[in-house]
């Protein structure tokens, strides 16, 4: 975990956590390639924020993988619910996050030198919980991609992320500041 990153839920879902679950190349045609539920619980314990945390995760939902026109480029859907809390090992204090969000592969563009235009939007609602209250994040936000191919444009397993650009910022209500200001500020 890296101190500047976001909260889990909110943070881009990379194309490549969802499109590396593709084993075979696509057809032209469209067609399902996966349609799986999911449930990810874990528990580790990290330094970072300036704080000894535990994370607690537990998280369900649905994959769902496809191929899209005459090329057959992979598409994929994710909806997820779930929560992850962090606990300061010195204290004992806990903040809580509660979500439920959809991240899907609106759009797939082969740019023909190797590499994929991925563009994503993500979506939902996060709510994270502490002593003193909640504070909310809802709404949309769109990314875009640049993703090398590895050479298989419709096979995503030796994809790798070369750029990442928001092209639309979060729309809806945000009352969050970056994870380490919560972590430090409520339980710090």
């Not at 101190?3 to 956590?17: C, D, E, M, Q, Y």
């Not at 235009?117 to 994040?137: A, R, W």
């Not at 030796?158 to 910022?169: F, G, S």
């Amino acid at each position: 975990m890296q101190a500047a990153r976001r909260f889990l839920s909110v943070g881009l879902i990379s194309a490549l956590s969802i499109l590396g679950l593709a084993a075979s190349a696509a057809p032209a045609r469209a067609r399902v390639i996966s349609n799986e539920p999911f449930h990810e619980s874990d528990s580790e314990v990290v330094e970072d924020c300036g704080l000894t945390l535990r994370i607690d995760i537990d998280i369900e939902g649905r994959f769902i993988i496809n191929t899209h026109g005459r090329e057959g480029l992979v598409y994929a859907v994710r909806t997820q619910h779930g929560r992850v809390s962090y606990t300061n090992l010195a204290n004992g204090e806990t903040v809580t996050e509660t979500n439920t969000n959809s991240f899907r592969i609106l759009k797939v563009i082969d740019n023909g030198d190797g590499t994929l235009t991925v563009v994503q939007p993500f979506s939902g609602i996060l709510k994270v919980n502490e002593s003193k209250g909640k504070l909310i994040q809802t709404g949309t936000e769109r990314i875009e991609l640049l993703v090398d191919a590895g050479g298989t444009p419709t096979d995503p397993a030796d994809d790798v992320i070369l750029d990442t650009r928001v092209v639309k910022e979060r729309t809806g209500r945000s009352t969050l500041p970056e994870l380490c200001d919560v972590l430090q500020q409520f339980i710090g």
